[in-house]
């Protein structure tokens, strides 16, 4: 990759994105995951491009929608929105639209691949290292764990931020010479509505618990409903929930809403 | 009692505290967390050598997948005090760590709606555009309010034991266990349809059903759906990029042709 050298204003925006990019745990919830996280993340990036107050306002509810991904390749995707959100800003090439979609196209192979090198990889290597040393009662065995696989992680962290940048920057630059900004948009829309799908797929469920109890013989309903087409249910609930979202319902209301159903249909053994 | 129950809830604190604020997964591993137990119970020795076993045993047991059978950092706390302050052997440190862990992966599930409804409460603060107050919130509730709920449960079972605990979460009624669970795996959705409904497109919108059955029906890994999904957007990036160049080509042609038009 090509050495690119930060201006001031740069790098004092990266490490500020650094540090925020630590919170990825913290703050998560079910509904966004990491939003929190990423929000507070892009926050320097906003200070340092929005000059004006409404629009940074709204650019960080932006970033506060869903996002999750390994808490590593989280600052990869950072260091790219950086140089997107920049390039709305200075060239005008980039639409908010198009930003998300980047974000949804990446997170879910960033997750597969972090998990894989970091949690299953350089975790039980560390371990392995460490537990070495620890079952002999030498607390060696734990700084050299805390070293493995923690600061690796923060270097690459910091690294991936940087890289994610200097990759944007670069890559927006190419494209929006030749005129290309729209395919590209349309073409980061198609992976990332996949990735979405794929993720409604594995991580929402319906847990339908109803039996139906017909004479001698009982219907276990979900098993019907699966037989129709698997996961239905998941996809049905997705299309209510944005439909409901576009017509202007709070995501509070759908918070509780969803609680309250799930608990009282739950009394009844629905689910 | 009470004073080793309170050191152990600092203990859990403390690494998750650490944990939230590096982005790590590394000081709730049993490893750490033991050691840690066993340094503020005053004795680092068995923290140390518990720590290992903990870890192989932990080692394979991954959230991955969805349900955790036990909560490897809740169980490494207790399985050190029980050792450390009843001077039982390892084993029985274990035997007596595995409940409090099924009860702590349980109390995780109860949680987890209680953090989601903070979720519009976030998006306020970010529509205010307060940055610094952001930081400052999301800080306090790293160190404290995501994992406060449990460290309580973890005072409770060292300082007056592990049977009362087990007793309330088995009187607890069984709907409200598997209301709970089903509404935090349908709360994920909310998130997804925010993101769905900010970049479906009538266009693309088609490709929300393909990842769909790639990955419910085919089972495919994330990276495979990635892959083939980048594939289809290659493949049409590079036609739209040929009839870009073409009505470029074109209108060019056009004009020349005008121009020759013009000279005869």
Redesign the interface.
């Given at each position: 990759m090509a050495k690119i050298e930060y201006s001031n204003q740069e790098k004092k925006t990266l490490r500020k994105m650094f540090w925020?990019?630590?919170?990825?745990?913290?703050?998560?919830?079910?509904?966004?995951?990491e939003?929190?996280?990423f929000?507070?993340t892009m926050?320097?990036v906003?200070?340092e491009l929005y000059t004006n107050?409404d629009e940074?306002?709204?650019a960080?509810?932006r970033?506060?929608?869903?996002f999750n991904t390994h808490?590593?390749m989280?600052a990869l995707i950072a260091g790219i929105t950086y140089a997107l959100e920049k390039e709305k800003k200075t060239k005008n090439s980039v639409d908010?639209?198009t930003i998300?979609?980047i974000k949804?196209?990446l997170m879910?192979?960033t997750?597969?691949?972090g998990?894989a090198f970091f949690?299953n990889c350089l975790?039980?290597i560390a371990?392995g290292i460490?537990?070495g040393f620890?079952?002999q009662?030498?607390?060696l065995?734990?700084v050299m764990?805390?070293l493995i696989?923690?600061f690796s992680?923060?270097i690459a962290?910091w690294y991936l931020l940087r890289a994610g940048y200097t990759f944007g920057t670069t890559f927006i630059d190419s494209v929006f010479e030749?005129?290309?900004m729209?395919?590209?948009t349309?073409?980061?829309?198609?992976?990332?509505?996949?990735?979405?799908?794929?993720?409604?797929?594995?991580?929402?469920?319906?847990?339908l618990?109803w039996t139906i109890n017909v004479g001698e013989t009982s219907v276990v309903v979900l098993d019907v409903v699966n037989s129709i087409m698997?996961?239905i249910l998941?996809?049905g609930?997705?299309f209510v929930?944005?439909k409901?979202?576009?017509k202007g319902v709070?995501?509070?209301t759908?918070?509780?809403g969803?609680?309250i159903i799930?608990?009282?249909?739950?009394?009844f053994?629905i689910? | 009692m009470i004073q080793s129950g309170l050191l152990c809830a600092l203990a859990w604190l403390l690494v998750n505290g650490i944990?939230?604020?590096?982005?790590?997964?590394?000081?709730t591993?049993p490893?750490?967390t033991a050691?840690v137990t066993g340094f503020l119970l005053g004795d680092?020795?068995t923290g140390?050598?518990m720590?290992?076993?903990l870890?192989?045993i932990f080692?394979g047991i991954?959230a991955?997948g969805g349900s955790i059978p036990a909560d490897a950092c809740a169980s490494s706390i207790v399985a050190v005090a029980f050792t450390v302050l009843v001077g039982a052997d390892v084993e029985t440190g274990l035997a007596l760590a595995i409940p409090i862990g099924t009860i702590m992966a349980s109390v995780n599930e109860i949680m987890?709606?209680f953090?989601?409804?903070?979720?519009?409460?976030?998006?306020r603060l970010?529509?205010?555009?307060n940055?610094k107050s952001?930081?400052i919130?999301?800080?306090f509730?790293?160190l404290f309010v995501?994992r406060m709920a449990q460290a309580v449960i973890l005072f409770l079972a060292i300082a007056f034991g592990v049977e009362g605990l087990q007793a309330f979460i088995a009187s607890l009624p069984a709907?409200?266990m598997?209301?709970?669970?089903?509404?935090?795996?349908?709360?994920?959705?909310?998130?997804?349809?925010?993101?769905?409904?900010?970049?479906?497109?009538k266009?693309?919108?088609v490709?929300?059903?393909?990842?769909?059955?790639?990955?419910?029906?085919m089972a495919l890994?994330?990276?495979a759906?990635?892959?083939?999904?980048?594939t289809?957007?290659?493949m049409?990036?590079l036609t739209?990029?040929q009839i870009?160049e073409l009505k470029k080509n074109g209108t060019k042609l056009a004009s020349t042709d005008n121009e020759t038009e013009d000279f005869f």
């Amino acid at each position: 990759m090509a050495k690119i050298e930060y201006s001031n204003q740069e790098k004092k925006t990266l490490r500020k994105m650094f540090w925020n990019s630590g919170y990825v745990f913290a703050g998560f919830n079910m509904v966004k995951m990491e939003g929190n996280a990423f929000a507070l993340t892009m926050a320097p990036v906003l200070e340092e491009l929005y000059t004006n107050e409404d629009e940074r306002k709204a650019a960080l509810k932006r970033h506060n929608g869903f996002f999750n991904t390994h808490a590593v390749m989280f600052a990869l995707i950072a260091g790219i929105t950086y140089a997107l959100e920049k390039e709305k800003k200075t060239k005008n090439s980039v639409d908010d639209d198009t930003i998300e979609s980047i974000k949804a196209a990446l997170m879910g192979p960033t997750a597969g691949i972090g998990d894989a090198f970091f949690f299953n990889c350089l975790r039980i290597i560390a371990a392995g290292i460490g537990i070495g040393f620890c079952s002999q009662g030498n607390i060696l065995g734990v700084v050299m764990f805390i070293l493995i696989y923690g600061f690796s992680q923060i270097i690459a962290r910091w690294y991936l931020l940087r890289a994610g940048y200097t990759f944007g920057t670069t890559f927006i630059d190419s494209v929006f010479e030749s005129g290309l900004m729209e395919p590209l948009t349309k073409a980061a829309g198609i992976v990332g509505l996949t990735m979405v799908g794929a993720m409604v797929a594995t991580m929402v469920n319906v847990n339908l618990a109803w039996t139906i109890n017909v004479g001698e013989t009982s219907v276990v309903v979900l098993d019907v409903v699966n037989s129709i087409m698997p996961g239905i249910l998941s996809i049905g609930l997705i299309f209510v929930l944005v439909k409901l979202i576009k017509k202007g319902v709070k995501p509070i209301t759908l918070v509780f809403g969803i609680l309250i159903i799930t608990i009282a249909l739950a009394f009844f053994g629905i689910f | 009692m009470i004073q080793s129950g309170l050191l152990c809830a600092l203990a859990w604190l403390l690494v998750n505290g650490i944990d939230r604020l590096l982005s790590w997964q590394t000081c709730t591993r049993p490893i750490v967390t033991a050691t840690v137990t066993g340094f503020l119970l005053g004795d680092l020795q068995t923290g140390i050598i518990m720590g290992a076993s903990l870890e192989a045993i932990f080692m394979g047991i991954s959230a991955i997948g969805g349900s955790i059978p036990a909560d490897a950092c809740a169980s490494s706390i207790v399985a050190v005090a029980f050792t450390v302050l009843v001077g039982a052997d390892v084993e029985t440190g274990l035997a007596l760590a595995i409940p409090i862990g099924t009860i702590m992966a349980s109390v995780n599930e109860i949680m987890k709606p209680f953090l989601a409804s903070f979720a519009p409460y976030w998006e306020r603060l970010c529509a205010t555009g307060n940055a610094k107050s952001l930081k400052i919130q999301l800080t306090f509730f790293g160190l404290f309010v995501d994992r406060m709920a449990q460290a309580v449960i973890l005072f409770l079972a060292i300082a007056f034991g592990v049977e009362g605990l087990q007793a309330f979460i088995a009187s607890l009624p069984a709907w409200i266990m598997s209301g709970l669970g089903a509404a935090s795996a349908m709360m994920t959705g909310i998130g997804f349809a925010i993101l769905t409904s900010m970049i479906w497109n009538k266009e693309i919108g088609v490709f929300f059903f393909a990842g769909f059955v790639l990955a419910k029906y085919m089972a495919l890994p994330t990276l495979a759906i990635a892959i083939l999904a980048f594939t289809v957007a290659v493949m049409y990036f590079l036609t739209q990029k040929q009839i870009v160049e073409l009505k470029k080509n074109g209108t060019k042609l056009a004009s020349t042709d005008n121009e020759t038009e013009d000279f005869f």
